[in-house]
Structures are given as C-alpha cells and as structure tokens.
C-alpha cells in the first residue's frame, strides 16, 4: 500500500513535469538544478532545471514523510519571531505545506524574474541553433520564443498550484494510510491467532453419548 501510494504521487509530478517540458528546445546545457535563475544559460536550459528543481524540492519532502523516521524532519510550522511578528526562517526538513510553498514560491519567483530577461531578447546567449537567413525568419524565430516563454509562465503557475495541492492532499492523506496499515497487521494478527486457537480446540473430542455417559466419542 504504501510503495503504491507513493509511487502514484510520482508518476503524477513526473506526467506533470514531462507535458511541460515536451516542446522545449533540445539545446540543453548541463548545469545544476539551482543554476536556473541564472541569466546566461539558454532559454530551454532554464526552463528545464527550473521544472527538475521544484520535481527534486517536493520529491526530498515526500521522501523524508515516508522514510518512517519522524526524527529527521520537522512536521509543524516556524514558531513566530517576537521582535518582527513575523515567522521564522523555513528548515531545509521542514514538511509543512507552508514551508514548501514558501520555498517553491521563492522559485517561482526567481523563474519569472529570469523569464522576463529572455522576454527582452531575440535570441539564446547560448545556443546551438542556426542563425535565422532572413529578417522574416528572425522575426518568425521571435515570436515562437514569446509564445514559448509565454506558454511556459503560465504553466509553471498551474503546475506548482498542482504540485502543492497534490502535496497537501498527501500530508493528509498519508497519517491515515499508517494507521490503516496499522490497523490492518492487528487484524490479520488476530485472525492468525484464531486459527491457531481453533487448531487447538480442535484437538479435543466434543461429541458425547448423552449427558450421563463419560466415555467421548
């Protein structure tokens, strides 16, 4: 039960991950995942880490609420600054919705920013791509990059709403399919425990001639 859970919240920010990346450019740099914000690297190569960085921050979260070690993460919510009113940092095993959603946010953030640079240019800094022959060509290579940056603000939005919605269901979701497993393995215990109980029971003769006899049948 709980391979399978966990396995159906994979494939589906994997499905998720993989419709957004389908139409991106093949020019992929390799860099590390946090390396998405950074202005230089090419349109496609931004995108892409950007999608593998929050897959990899929701995953990390996941794996530590099922690694069934309670004590290496943190499940309730920063205690509240007395000087600013305000909460504490988020910690890194911090599982709480609001800790995920306030470091995907700040993601999302930092993809937008970085997006609206690749929106003031006509083309990748770094790419390997064929320059466009003519001005029609450039232009036309212009406006399929705004489309694509366009299309892909919008769905990194309704992916991280997903994302998050999904997760939260999961925190949910998962307390209570332990203590369904739980409740499970007493069950089958007690069923084992009245089989054997009967097996014994049934090493006795329990048949007899009539109420004054002593001898069993």
């Known amino acids: 039960m709980r391979k399978k859970l966990i396995i159906l919240l994979s494939l589906i920010i994997l499905i998720g991950v993989g419709i957004l990346l389908r139409d991106l450019p093949?020019?992929?740099?390799?860099?590390?995942?946090?390396?998405?914000?950074?202005?230089?690297?090419?349109?496609g190569t931004a995108i892409g880490l950007y999608h593998k960085s929050l897959n990899d921050l929701f995953n990390n979260r996941i794996d530590l609420i099922t690694s069934g070690k309670p004590n290496t993460f943190i499940d309730k919510l920063p205690e509240i600054d007395s000087k600013t009113g305000k909460r504490k940092p988020c910690e890194s095993n911090n599982v709480t919705t609001y800790c995920v959603a306030h470091e995907s946010l700040k993601k999302y953030e930092a993809f937008l920013k970085v997006m609206k640079i690749h929106q003031d240019r006509v083309s990748d800094v770094v790419a390997n791509v064929k320059p466009a022959v003519t001005i029609e060509q450039e232009l036309e290579a212009y406006a399929k990059r705004q489309q694509l940056i366009t299309r892909e603000i919008k769905n990194a939005k309704n992916a991280l709403d997903l994302s998050l919605a999904t997760y939260h269901e999961f925190r949910s979701a998962y307390p209570m399919h332990k203590k369904f497993e739980t409740t499970?393995?007493?069950?089958?215990?007690?069923?084992?425990?009245?089989?054997?109980?009967?097996n014994i029971i049934n090493m006795y003769q329990y048949k007899f001639i009539d109420v004054t006899t002593t001898k069993c049948i």
């Open 26 to 43: 093949t020019n992929f740099i390799y860099a590390s995942d946090e390396d998405f914000a950074k202005p230089e690297l090419c349109l």
């Open 184 to 198: 499970l393995s007493l069950l089958e215990k007690y069923r084992d425990n009245m089989g054997a109980l009967r």
